[in-house]
């Protein structure tokens, strides 16, 4: 074991992958370690998470029970995550590292960290307290799919937003007429090695996200910008694992850093079909201490999500011609993530 | 439920798929399932049974044991198997059908029938006593991987065979002098609806599959007539799930039939990577009563197995650029299959 996954003895075939959350995410890292003969053991809060229906071991424990998660940890050869709030500190032998967990739980230190690199994001500021101006008010933490964010205009609206959010600590978010939206997902060894898939371009609806297209409206040049801005961010994190960058597309063809997402994304699950190696297994590979697996991408490819009650078009869906997935989700509720389809067709280019 | 999976109600998103058999091709069955949001329970002797590790649920026990096999049945709202030599009535809610089992189970019998529906198949007949002849003895029952087969030649070589084979009942085929072999792995579904992948080119060593290769060198008619004879015989049966019929292609092109495999196949295994739905989610979905999915093949592809020792060499198997399968067995012994390694290319027709 090895608290920062750098150097380390590669986990076997056989080995005990630990992943913090139960959702689709821990779920699709379940299916993809089994797939290299690892074993995983989940842990999340809730009693039916979907991950524990494809794992070796689950335990149902809080993210705040330090025995539970010290007695997890314990039998783990690495542990790792499927969303970025867990408490940084919840294990020692994680991967990728609490110091990442640290910035990226916070959106004020995580732009800060950004423009720090030279990278480019919106206008944004520390609000505490009513202050003038207008943009989205977001709290720093906790906030994912639109929660915990406002449109907000003047000194009033804000006050009103903050009330909402019950004062907690925000920043204000300048408006970006961006073009269009796009992401990098992207790897990174232990070892430094480093691997990209090629950037989607993703629609977003009610702030969740709809639909990702592969290849992009990029250009080649800003494909290899994306690129370059992952792996800055990665090499200055000393990240190990899969980590998104979301990104605004200005008009102008300016890229802007939007957000750090320290794990596999929605915005790559069109890598399950259309890749060799998908995030979801390089995630595993680089917290393993594996060699990274082959990112490029053999087919083009629209991955759709399925959102709350179109799931229950279950039938209709499998019979559509792409690749289904559903993610074994008891529970149907307005704006939940139940599944997506991927649809292939011939690389263009 | 129902018995044969004719028009039955197709099992939804959640349910329950029992499996027969926790080796690596219930595994993959199971991984196929979870991908659909199907849950599955793994029934299997073995306590360490490689399909245990990707379950919902799981029971160790014999599979002469009528009791926990009916209470195992009970909780599924279908039951199917990985291997061939399960009980043909194990349980009640079993597909593929019992029927298909009582004649694939023996291979008297299903030469016979595979010669009644006019298909070609190398010389055989019954032998339960020393006879004179030459060619490969083989016992009717239970063989695979070469087991239980010896080449003999005249009456005392046979006689030798048959006192190794304790005078199980067998036959005697002649031999084929091939040009290659190929196989055809085809699915079924409860509505008669058929979907057949492109033939793959097939090498053994030592009796145990190394590679499979598609495209073949079959001709594309050679190919329509061999996916025609897995329609003839999938048809012939009233047969639900992917069904494998390998064959044998003489230098003058004929295809005879070597044998029926009720149940997905080593030779198809390319089909996870190189096709949007493999052989497992399509054998899957016959057995739920769903639509079956697109066959088509997205890549050139060849898989090459893992097999005994080889699986010590992971790490260098990891970097080589293809998918990698480990199928979790936690004993190397030396001829079994420990996992699989895919290469795509791209498609060239």
Redesign the interface.
């Known amino acids: 074991m090895n608290a920062t996954g750098r150097h380390q003895v590669?986990v076997?075939?056989?080995g005990m992958i630990g992943i913090l959350g139960g959702g689709q995410l821990g779920?699709m890292l379940?299916?993809a370690a089994?797939?290299?003969?690892l074993?995983t053991h989940i842990y999340s809060p809730e009693k039916d998470a979907p991950a524990?229906?494809?794992?070796?071991a689950h335990t149902v424990g809080r993210f705040d029970d330090a025995d539970a998660l010290a007695r997890f940890a314990a039998g783990c050869d690495v542990v790792t995550f499927e969303f970025e709030n867990v408490p940084a500190d919840a294990v020692a032998n994680m991967v990728p590292n609490a110091g990442t967990l640290r910035i990226t739980q916070d959106r004020f230190e995580e732009k800060s960290f950004v423009t720090s690199l030279g990278l480019g994001t919106a206008p944004f500021r520390k609000v505490d307290a009513p202050v003038e101006g207008s943009g989205i008010l977001k709290t720093r933490r906790m906030g994912y799919d639109g929660k915990g964010q406002a449109r907000v205009s003047g000194r009033r609206e804000i006050a009103e937003a903050l009330e909402r959010f019950r004062n907690a600590p925000s920043i204000l978010e300048g408006y970006i007429d961006f073009a269009f939206e796009a992401s990098v997902i992207a790897v990174r060894g232990g070892d430094g090695s480093f691997a990209v898939y090629d950037p989607p371009e993703n629609a977003h609806e009610n702030h969740i996200l709809r639909r990702s297209t592969v290849p992009s409206r990029l250009t080649p040049a800003q494909c290899d910008e994306a690129k370059a801005i992952a792996k800055k961010i990665a090499d200055a994190l000393d990240y190990v694992g899969v980590l998104a960058v979301e990104l605004f597309v200005l008009k102008d063809g300016a890229l802007l850093v939007n957000e750090i997402a320290p794990r596999v994304h929605n915005s790559g699950h069109w890598t399950i079909?259309a890749c060799?190696?998908s995030q979801f297994e390089n995630h595993i590979?680089a917290v393993a201490g594996?060699?990274l697996?082959?990112p490029s991408r053999?087919?083009d490819a629209v991955m759709e999500n399925i959102i709350g009650e179109e799931?229950r078009d279950?039938?209709r869906l499998?019979?559509r011609?792409?690749?289904?997935?559903?993610?074994?989700?008891?529970e149907i509720r307005p704006g939940r993530k139940m599944?997506h389809v991927?649809f292939?067709s011939?690389?263009k280019s």
């Open positions: 590669p076997p075939p056989g779920r379940a299916l089994a797939r290299l003969g074993k524990f229906q494809v794992c070796d079909d060799l190696v590979r594996w060699k697996g082959d053999h087919s799931a279950w039938q499998a019979a011609g792409g690749a289904l997935h559903l993610y074994g989700k008891s599944g991927t292939l011939r690389k």
